[in-house]
């Protein structure tokens, strides 16, 4: 557990950082510092281990004051990952990620066999282990970055906009991929980013700072998403808080509608007799959405035997998970070209379609639902949002 | 015919001088760089000292050469003959050049990689000896290669006081109003030179394989 007690950081010059900030990151779980430029996450983040000293207050880990322990001990039990990686440019990945072991004092063996088990559980090749950063991507270099930080197994971890610096499709698989982690390790992990979005999809608790760091509200995602305390929350949550909210809504009440799918390489005559509204849906091999094909604009010049191919097939849609929340579902209905969005399940294969009517019908159960817990989260802390299963879409396939 | 008599009656004055000129330059080197890290460090870390610091060694640069040497031996209380003035002066020169050299380089480390070795509990002195100086390597290298042959050419100074090493060969051609020890001179100094660059660039190559790996494969 993380606790700042009044934490204040003011420079000589007199502006303030930090403004008696009070905030506890809860053991295990991912809390969330969010705010504009200048708001003082950063400088919140450098306090715990340090690196910024506050003016006034206490930083206490775990229930002791880390003002009174030996900066380089304290850091060395604490996880950070930062922007762009920070790799030092003259050690190999191994040696990169063996880095907080060795100071520790492990030997040379053992510091190399947890560097190799960390590479495999941030996901890259063992292969990896004898290269320099820079020959890897921006996305190689931060799973680095995070497995340096897991090496000496911290309880604690700092991430200071640690996916901000790589392109969006690399981001989204490294923050599903953090998810997964972080279900699997139960880190107590103090994350900062200026993207709601991303605090919304990673964080169990965001705290949302103003600029002159002063706290402005600090709540669970769907509650930050669906009740604002302020303006300037309502404004930074954005104009698309109501959409996003929905991945805190379970579908519980959504009905799948069956599809007749037609495989890559059947016939056109074969898609035109499965198709519905002049829409066919076609699947891989393995059963997996890949698009949809228009039956009546496929046809001019083509006999009725020949077989569908990549080329006929529209892929303007995304798939939606079943276990995926009502955002995913909306999304895959409303992007389809042929208005049924395809639902898959968790391996990817498909379970059917939604149209964007039944979506509909399925959020306002939702929020019947949760109108009715909602008079229990008033009083009860420990009640969530109304099936508030945090299984969320990261990676939106195309069908 | 005449030439190859006197260079082969002269090879073993030759090669004596070629390792006078070895160390006088060398060992200067060394000590130049010993004290250059500290100071180069203390310049890049305080930055009120890097003015001061990075002027007053450029400033000791501008210090005429044969004025040194003469100026030493009444500094050191050295005799005049002695070789240490000409260690002594070619190790300030040395310094003069590798302070701003050391301290930019420094400078040059990333700051995320700096930031990341004090996030990870590295102190003051590990963060130096294992992260700072080794990204620092190919700039500090650079700087090396410069003094080195600065170095080579100032011991022949030393000649004018009567110090053995290649320079003497100079001052002999000149007294004897014959060309080839001036020529033989040149070609060992030139040699030396290229000799002591090759060792320094192996050096820093063997330093950084990291800096290879960088050229994309």
């Not at chain 1, 960390?118 to 290269?131: C, H, I, K, M, T």
């Not at chain 1, 990549?310 to 079943?322: F, I, M, S, V």
């Not at chain 1, 509909?360 to 009083?379: L, M, S, W």
């Not at chain 2, 290298?141 to 011991?155: E, F, I, P, T, Y």
Request: charged fraction near 20%; include cysteine.
């Amino acid at each position: 557990m993380i606790r700042f007690d009044q934490v204040t950081k003011a420079y000589p010059d007199g502006t303030v950082a930090v403004d008696g900030l009070d905030l506890t990151a809860p053991t295990g779980r991912t809390t969330v510092l969010v705010g504009p430029s200048g708001c003082g996450k950063t400088t919140s983040l450098r306090m715990v281990n340090r690196l910024i000293e506050p003016s006034s207050g206490t930083v206490l880990l775990d229930g002791r004051d880390t003002a009174g322990l030996d900066t380089a001990e304290l850091r060395r039990g604490i996880g950070y990952v930062i922007q762009n990686a920070g790799l030092f440019p003259h050690r190999t990945v191994a040696d990169n990620i063996a880095s907080v072991p060795r100071l520790l004092g492990w030997t040379r063996r053992r510091a190399r066999d947890r560097a190799l088990e960390l590479l495999e559980l941030v996901g890259l090749p063992a292969s990896y282990a004898g290269r320099y950063p820079a020959q890897l991507s921006g996305g190689q270099q931060q799973r680095v970055g995070v497995a340096r930080a897991l090496a000496a197994d911290p309880p604690v971890m700092l991430m200071d906009e640690p996916f901000s610096a790589v392109d969006p499709v690399v981001r989204a698989r490294l923050q599903e991929e953090f998810l997964a982690l972080q279900r699997e390790i139960g880190k107590t992990i103090l994350f900062v980013t200026h993207d709601i979005a991303e605090a919304v999809t990673l964080g169990d608790r965001i705290a949302v700072l103003r600029v002159g760091g002063h706290l402005a509200q600090f709540a669970e995602p769907h509650e930050l998403l669906t009740r604002p305390v302020d303006d300037f929350v309502a404004d930074f949550v954005g104009r698309d808080r109501g959409y996003r909210a929905l991945d805190f809504a379970a579908p519980a009440a959504l009905e799948v509608r069956e599809e007749p799918a037609v495989r890559l390489g059947a016939t056109l005559e074969q898609a035109r007799a499965a198709a519905r509204d002049g829409w066919a849906l076609v699947v891989s091999d393995e059963n997996r959405p890949l698009g949809w094909i228009d039956v009546g604009a496929a046809a001019p010049g083509t006999a009725g035997t020949d077989p569908v191919g990549h080329g006929h097939l529209l892929l303007g849609g995304t798939t939606a998970r079943r276990s995926g929340g009502l955002r995913e579902l909306l999304d895959a209905a409303l992007s389809s070209p042929s208005g049924r969005g395809a639902v898959t399940d968790d391996a990817g294969a498909l379970t059917g379609t939604v149209t964007p009517e039944d979506v509909v019908r399925a959020i306002t159960a939702a929020r019947a639902e949760d109108a009715a817990a909602g008079a229990g989260r008033e009083t009860g802390p420990g009640a969530t949002a109304a099936g508030g299963d945090r299984n969320r879409a990261a990676a939106e396939g195309t069908a | 015919m005449i030439a190859l008599r006197w260079l082969s009656d002269n090879a073993g004055v030759m090669a004596e001088y070629f390792l006078a000129h070895v160390w006088l330059s060398v060992l200067p080197l060394l000590l130049g760089l010993v004290l250059a890290l500290p100071l180069g460090w203390a310049a890049h870390h305080f930055g009120f000292l890097y003015r001061p610091l990075v002027a007053g060694s450029a400033l000791l640069y501008t210090l005429p050469s044969l004025a040194l040497f003469v100026l030493l031996p009444q500094v050191l209380g050295t005799r005049m003959l002695d070789p240490v003035n000409i260690v002594c002066a070619l190790t300030v020169y040395t310094v003069a050049l590798l302070v701003r050299v050391v301290a930019d380089g420094l400078a040059a480390v990333p700051e995320d990689t700096v930031r990341a070795a004090d996030a990870m509990g590295y102190t003051a002195v590990q963060r130096w000896a294992a992260v700072e100086l080794p990204v620092a390597v190919p700039v500090i290298a650079a700087g090396l290669r410069v003094a080195s042959v600065s170095n080579v050419s100032l011991v022949s100074l030393g000649a004018l006081l009567g110090i053995p090493q290649l320079g003497s060969l100079f001052t002999l051609g000149f007294q004897l109003g014959y060309l080839l020890p001036i020529a033989a001179g040149i070609v060992l100094c030139l040699l030396l030179a290229w000799l002591l660059d090759g060792l320094i660039l192996a050096a820093a190559r063997l330093l950084t394989p990291w800096k290879r790996a960088e050229t994309p494969a």
